[in-house]
């Protein structure tokens, strides 16, 4: 009976860091940019040492994610929050995104709607 009580307890341990895992949805979506795909390297190099010799190899450095992130236009990646935190300034927050948004909407057209006076008289 005590190895029961022992693996129910270790499910419901597990149970519990699963739910503490929040899961945050990200996404490619440009704005101003014709990209369809946004590609990140997450890798590092490191030094380890084979039969004497200096030999580097890669290894991930965000642990979950592959080393080379490819994230379609519109796709939906879920990851955890210590993930998140790693991949730091590549990911925008909704408010600077939003900010981002409204400078945009905010800037004046390339070309005006109707020609001025002063336009009119310089082609003239």
């Not at 029961?4 to 996404?27: D, F, G, H, P, V």
Request: net charge positive; aromatic share 6%.
């Amino acid at each position: 009976m005590a190895a029961k009580k022992k693996t129910t307890k270790t499910a419901s341990k597990t149970k519990s860091k699963a739910k503490t895992q929040k899961k945050i949805q990200l996404t490619f979506n440009p704005i101003m940019s014709a990209a369809d795909k946004f590609r990140i390297l997450l890798r590092k190099k490191e030094i380890k040492k084979v039969n004497g010799m200096e030999v580097p190899f890669y290894v991930p450095k965000v642990e979950g994610l592959p080393m080379k992130l490819v994230v379609a236009k519109g796709e939906v990646i879920e990851v955890t929050e210590e993930q998140l935190e790693q991949l730091g300034n590549w990911v925008e927050t909704e408010e600077e995104y939003n900010k981002r948004q409204k400078f945009i909407e905010n800037m004046n057209p390339q070309h005006p709607e109707t020609l001025t006076w002063d336009m009119i008289v310089a082609e003239g």
